[in-house]
């Protein structure tokens, strides 16, 4: 499956922004989707997951109650909406996704797409 995500810019702190990720491929309903995140000279980190059906989600807890992943599996594309960012949000945001299992997923995606910047300033 290739991934392809969008969305990213520049927005002050507080602000909101919804990154979309478009993936190729007949079988996106089957994978897990997830979105990480990477600031240069650190580690990549995971943000959140959805399964696939959409019912059962994970947020890293830094997200918590701020950003809201979903998916459309019939556009395939997943969705990560980013409300009250603040400036130790920015970085590279990546989606990416796994056939395995939600938990596997977050730890070890399959496949990975480009980055798209987020920066957040104060």
């Known amino acids: 499956v290739q991934l392809q995500a969008s969305g990213g810019g520049l927005v002050q702190a507080g602000g909101s922004l919804r990154l979309s990720c478009a993936a190729s491929?007949?079988?996106?309903?089957?994978?897990?989707m997830g979105w990480f995140r990477q600031v240069p000279g650190k580690e990549r980190e995971f943000v959140s997951a959805?399964?696939?059906?959409?019912?059962?989600?994970y947020y890293a807890d830094f997200v918590k109650g701020r950003f809201t992943i979903s998916r459309d599996n019939a556009k395939n594309t997943v969705y990560l909406q980013m409300n009250s960012l603040k400036p130790e949000d920015t970085a590279v945001y990546y989606c990416?996704?796994?056939?395995?299992?939600?938990?596997?997923?977050?730890?070890?995606?399959?496949?990975w797409g480009q980055g798209t910047q987020v920066t957040v300033s104060s």
């Open positions: 990416a996704a796994g056939s395995s299992t939600i938990v596997v997923v977050t730890t070890s995606p399959e496949y």
């Open positions: 959805i399964s696939w059906t959409g019912g059962n989600t």
């Open positions: 491929g007949r079988t996106f309903s089957s994978y897990v």
